[in-house]
């Protein structure tokens, strides 16, 4: 049975960073785009980053870049969102997704609607 499963989530200080993980079971993850997602109650999902696992290729939300980053280790089948410097606003529920490797242009991976295999999400509580 093909399936996500976020962990990693947690309670955080303003500043201060968490890692979640993204793995697969029941399929792998070599020939997908895998992204991550995040969603406030009330809120549309909004694109977070994506990770095309073939090549590697890799896109961050410019609003998050130098805080956020993105990899994978396809041995593991698993794929990572390193978050740094957490504010406030990434108080969240954070969802990983995976999609054919055809949905790996930037436009495509980081846009949630296009991603039909969804994890069930992982809360990320930023607090002092």
């Known amino acids: 049975q093909l399936q996500l499963v976020e962990s990693g989530g947690g309670v955080v200080q303003p500043g201060g960073s968490l890692r979640l993980s993204c793995a697969a079971s029941?399929?792998?993850?070599?020939?997908?785009?895998v992204g991550w997602s995040r969603q406030s109650p009330g809120k549309e999902r909004e694109g977070v980053s994506a990770?095309?696992?073939?090549?590697?290729?890799?896109y961050v939300h410019s609003c998050l870049r130098g805080r956020f980053t993105i990899s994978k280790d396809n041995a593991k089948n698993t794929v990572y969102l390193q978050m740094n410097s957490q504010k406030p606003e990434d108080q969240d529920v954070y969802y990983c997704?995976?999609?054919?490797?055809?949905?790996?242009?930037?436009?495509?991976?980081?846009?949630?609607?296009?991603?039909?295999?969804w994890g069930q999400g992982t809360q990320v509580t930023v607090s002092s």
């Open positions: 997704a995976a999609e054919d490797w055809s949905l790996r242009y930037c436009n495509d991976s980081m846009s949630p609607s296009g991603y039909r295999h």
């Open positions: 029941g399929f792998t993850l070599d020939d997908l785009t």
């Open positions: 990770i095309v696992m073939r090549d590697g290729g890799a």
